[in-house]
């Protein structure tokens, strides 16, 4: 596929667009990956998993844009491959694979979203699958993204003007460790000082009615899926995928 835009979402965090060399449209599911495929500077194959944060209504008609969030790692063999890139440029990749996904016979009445770093990427491309399941069947859905500081919040403005506009949709950033000054662009009451882990019993999760997605670092992973079953959700309804960081 060929590289067509760059920008920056965060100092080391680039979002990515790309269309295919074949110029047909990827069609995929929202929440799906890609792999790409490239080689260690000693020949070695080697590839790395990225979510699809396309969005796109699927709907309508397949999109053709194929955008990922990709985290800069210093001295990082993919990192190298993705900074050496000019648009025009082409990487070999496959897919979309993967299973975390919404489910067509999902009658859950909420949806907790729960992710960290690039692991928030799925849900930007589940924004358009979402705004159908709050107007069709009334589900409301509370997305709790983890990082570090305001300057890392990936897609944090998408997300706030995203429940700005639906009321049925909460979105909640959770900084471990630097909060948005008085009058900054992210301050915002539903900001909160902690890990993600931290607040969602304040949701009080109920495995009756709620669906719950965590992804992203392990431990965060891990933390939250062992809280959610203390609040009685079936290992079902929680629904996994783990970002490992790789060179």
Avoid: W
Avoid at 28 to 55: C, M, N, W
Avoid at 92 to 101: D, K, M, Q, T
């Amino acid at each position: 596929m060929k590289l067509t835009g760059r920008r920056m979402l965060a100092p080391t965090v680039a979002h990515l667009s790309f269309v295919r060399d074949d110029g047909q449209p990827l069609d995929f599911i929202p929440g799906q990956f890609l792999q790409v495929h490239f080689e260690y500077a000693d020949g070695t194959a080697t590839k790395r998993s990225y979510s699809l944060a396309t969005i796109h209504d699927h709907a309508l008609a397949p999109g053709d844009a194929v955008e990922i969030a990709v985290s800069y790692v210093a001295g990082g063999a993919a990192t190298a491959l993705f900074e050496g890139l000019d648009e025009g440029d082409h990487v070999e990749a496959s897919g979309p694979f993967g299973r975390f996904c919404l489910m067509p016979a999902d009658e859950n009445r909420r949806y907790l979203l729960i992710g960290t770093g690039t692991g928030i990427t799925p849900y930007r491309a589940m924004l358009p699958l979402l705004e159908k399941q709050m107007a069709q069947r009334g589900v409301e859905v509370v997305l709790l993204q983890g990082a570090r500081s305001p300057g890392e919040l990936l897609y944090g403005d998408e997300f706030r003007a995203f429940a700005d506009a639906h009321p049925r949709f909460r979105y909640l950033p959770c900084l471990s460790r630097e909060l948005p000054g008085p009058g900054s662009p992210q301050a915002h009451p539903d900001v909160c000082h902690g890990y993600v882990q931290q607040f969602l019993g304040q949701f009080a999760p109920d495995p009756e009615q709620d669906i719950a997605y965590l992804c992203g670092n392990p431990n965060m992973v891990d933390a939250c899926f062992e809280a959610l079953k203390e609040h009685g959700l079936p290992v079902p309804r929680i629904r996994r995928e783990k970002y490992v960081s790789s060179k």
